[in-house]
């Protein structure tokens, strides 16, 4: 337990599906992340959130949209995805205390199938 | 642009000593890290190394040279339990991770 969860830990859905993943963070952070893991590919930064404020959207599709409600929670909406958006999406945090080396706690993940 | 490199895969002997190397070219350098990941689970934070040099914990050390843009990850005493995959990831700017391939480490009996 690492203190970060994620619901729901598996999800398949159709192509015209909207679903959302869900983030809770029990740590008392104030920076919270989206990452996807691929089979065979390394973890790719999808979305950063620090102090509530998107800071960084990597270059990702229009259809995940995140949102981060409060410090404690992260969202990612998913509309009209793509078979090759099946993978692992990670959810982390950590404690942005400005410019030193921060360690990010890692979620169980979401296994998501996109049929 | 920003590169990771580490091996694909090793295989070490339970008792063993096994070394996982790292090497990166990112624009900026703040630290490094290293994660264990078991497969079907979250990965957990092992190390970071910021200056030049070896830090250690417990059975695990990691050695970085900025100069020449190379980490490791030495794991002594192999046990069955460190079967997993072990991730790379550079710090290149303000809380921004960027993680190699990932290096799978079989221990066998």
């Known amino acids: 337990e690492t203190g970060v969860t994620q619901t729901p830990r598996h999800l398949v859905m159709g192509m015209t599906n909207k679903k959302s993943l869900k983030c809770e963070q029990h740590?008392?952070?104030?920076?919270m992340y989206w990452y996807k893991q691929s089979a065979k590919k390394p973890l790719e930064l999808m979305f950063v959130?620090?102090?509530?404020?998107?800071?960084e959207n990597n270059s990702v599709p229009s259809r995940f949209s995140p949102e981060c409600p409060n410090s404690s929670h992260l969202f990612l909406h998913l509309h009209t995805l793509q078979p090759e958006d099946s993978a692992l999406y990670l959810c982390?945090?950590?404690?942005?205390?400005?410019?030193?080396?921060?360690?990010?706690?890692f979620g169980p993940g979401t296994r998501l199938t996109v049929l | 642009g920003q590169n990771i490199d580490q091996p694909t895969e090793m295989t070490a002997t339970e008792g063993a000593i096994v070394q996982i190397n790292c090497t990166y070219q990112?624009?900026?350098?703040?630290?490094l890290f290293w994660y264990q990941q078991h497969a079907g689970e979250a990965p957990t934070f092992l190390s970071y190394?910021?200056?030049?040099g070896l830090e250690e914990k417990g059975r695990f050390s990691s050695f970085l040279s900025r100069s020449k843009g190379y980490s490791y990850l030495l794991l002594k005493e192999l046990q069955m339990k460190d079967s997993a995959s072990y991730l790379c990831?550079?710090?290149?700017?303000?809380?921004?991770?960027?993680f190699g391939g990932g290096t799978r480490v079989l221990v066998k009996p």
């Open positions: 982390a945090s950590s404690q942005d205390s400005g410019g030193s080396l921060i360690e990010q706690f």
């Open positions: 740590l008392g952070h104030n920076a």
């Open positions: 959130y620090s102090l509530e404020e998107r800071v």
């Open positions: 990112t624009s900026g350098f703040n630290g």
């Open positions: 190394n910021v200056l030049d």
């Open positions: 990831a550079v710090e290149a700017a303000g809380n921004k991770l960027t």
